[in-house]
T-cell receptor, first 115, second 115 residues
Framework: ETGVTQSPTHLIKTRGQQVTLRCSSQSGHNTVSWYQQALGQGPQFIFQYYREEENGRGNFPPRFSGLQFPNYSSELNVNALELDDSALYLC??????????????FGEGSRLTVL | AQSVAQPEDQVNVAEGNPLTVKCTYSVSGNPYLFWYVQYPNRGLQFLLKYITGDNLVKGSYGFEAEFNKSQTSFHLKKPSALVSDSALYFCAVRVFDNAGNMLTFGGGTRLMVKP
């Protein structure tokens, strides 16, 4: 059984560019959520996908968008990058059995640096 | 609004001594509470959760947490600390609204266990 995998692990972009981060959920997990963790802070919820639809969103602007595919993998897209978007982006998946409890399984993250 | 507070940025403890990492919460209704650990350059790993039942919850790696409703606290404890326990610890509460499995995290507490 593979865990949650994310790519790329590190990337550097410049202000105004666009970025796509990818996530493969753990086997059997049909719900994927994305979190942003700025340096020295706790993770903040961006949004969640279930059955290829967004079913929850935190306080992030529309330039943060996502997709979930039929195999439950997911993408996070950020347009018009700003310096404050520099952070570790964490993907988390949850299984149908655990969905009601809120227990999440996290990937190791994609560290984005915006210059 | 639901929130979690971790009042200590860092906790220092000697190996073999008991450790406590503090967490207080503010939620409406019954809370679902979690502890996660983050090692350097890694994602978050689930330690334990409280949903209902016994106030003392046992989790991974010998950790436990005590739910105290009157004090709205959920402190993480371990009877005997190991150097390998040194990491960043996050308390989190599940938000029950339209945001799916959204977790609200505290700011984190760095645990340093010295030999």
């Amino acid at each position: 059984e593979t865990g949650v995998t994310q790519s790329p692990t590190h990337l550097i972009k410049t202000r105004g560019q666009q970025v796509t981060l990818r996530c493969s959920s753990q086997s059997g997990h049909n719900t994927v959520s994305w979190y942003q963790q700025a340096l020295g802070q706790g993770p903040q919820f961006i949004f969640q996908y279930y059955r290829e639809e967004e079913n929850g969103r935190g306080n992030f602007p529309p330039r943060f968008s996502g997709l979930q595919f039929p195999n439950y993998s997911s993408e996070l897209n950020v347009n018009a990058l700003e310096l404050d978007d520099s952070a570790l982006y964490l993907c988390a998946s949850s299984s149908p059995r655990l969905a009601g409890t809120g227990e999440l399984f996290f990937g190791e993250g994609s560290r984005l640096t915006v210059l | 609004a639901q929130s979690v507070a971790q009042p200590e940025d860092q906790v220092n403890v000697a190996e073999g001594n008991p450790l406590t990492v503090k967490c207080t919460y503010s939620v409406s209704g019954n809370p679902y509470l979690f502890w996660y650990v983050q090692y350097p350059n890694r994602g978050l790993q689930f330690l334990l959760k409280y949903i209902t039942g016994d106030n003392l919850v046992k989790g991974s790696y010998g950790f436990e947490a005590e739910f105290n409703k009157s004090q709205t606290s959920f402190h993480l404890k371990k009877p005997s600390a190991l150097v390998s326990d040194s990491a960043l610890y996050f308390c989190a509460v599940r938000v029950f609204d339209n945001a799916g499995n959204m977790l609200t995290f505290g700011g984190g507490t760095r645990l340093m266990v010295k030999p």
